[in-house]
């Protein structure tokens, strides 16, 4: 079946469908779509925090009908407030609320960094499944839209089962509970989103996924401080946040607005690591700081947070992410795996024990 074909039988099976007030659901303004790529189908209703509640049903109705023809890959209808309103101001999450979203999840903590491109969703990987080695059960959230990583790094493909509750359910890798939207659409489709369908789709992500019963949710943030990160903060109570910098100070400028944002949402620092912190020559063992050194930690004590240690960077820990092998997975009695779970052995610690006088872990050398 062509992606026109699965469109004509999309429309034929959402003609059949009501809104709230009884308008055909297909002529109502507040629909746009269905649009069809490569087998995966798309609807966003447009519409207000107030009034999204009474079209969950309509929502639930039209993905059951969109799954249900025959080659349709995956169906995804949005729910989206894309209004011309001021953006939203921050403010602290909503506890009450965000206890009945992720009811048996104990912990959930953002893994940050303000800025793209310092292996922020390498370090989230990594720091989970160094909880995972504490014996804890452990889930990891994509909540990079537009970027997402987790897919690669675990050697994830296909796609979510739906479960019995008509609720997803998070794919399995190396003992972690797994959901991105890079499940969710081809890899090479653009997700040219609006931040009100970010803010949806993330939202979703947390509340109708089957997590389960859960330790910790490691959330890999998106870079940045806008709609996602005002989304993970209101969506549920975050226990704390982990910052990942290069030591590079233009990598800790971001680092800095990140610390900002979580600290205005009452949300502490479990602490900061220095990533990159050097190259080692695999022809000579010379280390070079390639980005400089010992900037992020400098940045920690600065702003009295924990440092929890800096991580080279490794041809090792470069193929072991490409491959979908994390480094912990791959060699956890190695240098690399043993520093990310101390590191997560420590998070753990704060969670449980607060310990307000962390020492900061030692650069790994020689690695």
Wanted: proline content about 8%; charged content about 15%; aromatic content about 2%.
């Amino acid at each position: 079946m062509s992606d026109d074909q699965i469109l004509q039988a999309a429309r034929q099976v959402l003609s059949g469908l009501k809104m709230p007030d009884g308008s055909p659901f297909l002529d109502a303004s507040a629909v746009s779509g269905p649009v069809v790529l490569e087998g995966r189908v798309t609807v966003s209703i447009t519409t207000t925090s107030q009034a999204a509640i009474a079209l969950t049903d309509v929502r639930t109705q039209a993905e059951v009908a969109l799954r249900a023809i025959p080659l349709v890959q995956s169906a995804f209808v949005v729910l989206t407030n894309d209004q011309a309103t001021p953006p939203p101001r921050l403010v602290s999450p909503p506890k009450p609320a965000a206890a009945k979203v992720l009811p048996d999840v104990r912990h959930v903590i953002a893994v940050a960094s303000g800025k793209g491109g310092v292996g922020k969703s390498t370090t989230a990987v990594n720091l989970a499944l160094g909880l995972r080695a504490n014996g804890l059960k452990v889930g990891i959230l994509d909540a990079d839209i537009h970027g997402p990583s987790i897919p690669t790094l675990l050697a994830l493909h296909g796609q979510p089962r739906m479960g019995k509750d008509r609720r997803l359910l998070p794919m399995q890798s190396n003992g972690l509970s797994a959901m991105s939207m890079g499940m969710m659409v081809d890899a090479e489709t653009a997700m040219v989103w609006r931040g009100p369908m970010v803010m949806s789709a993330i939202t979703q992500m947390l509340a109708e996924v089957d997590w389960g019963v859960l330790d910790v949710l490691i959330v890999d943030m998106p870079p940045g401080t806008g709609d996602a990160q005002l989304a993970i903060a209101q969506g549920t109570t975050l226990s704390g946040a982990v910052i990942v910098s290069t030591p590079q100070d233009l990598a800790l400028i971001d680092a800095r607005r990140g610390i900002a944002m979580f600290r205005k949402v009452d949300v502490p620092i479990l602490g900061v690591i220095e990533n990159m912190a050097h190259f080692t020559c695999t022809q000579c063992g010379t280390q070079h700081a390639l980005f400089g050194t010992g900037g992020a930690q400098a940045e920690a004590q600065r702003l009295n947070v924990p440092f929890l240690g800096a991580i080279p960077l490794t041809m090792d820990l470069r193929v072991a992410s490409d491959s979908g092998q994390p480094i912990v997975a791959r060699d956890p009695d190695g240098p690399l795996g043993r520093l990310y779970i101390d590191m997560a052995t420590r998070i753990w610690s704060q969670l449980t024990k607060p310990q307000p006088d962390i020492k900061p872990t030692q650069t790994l050398q020689g690695a």
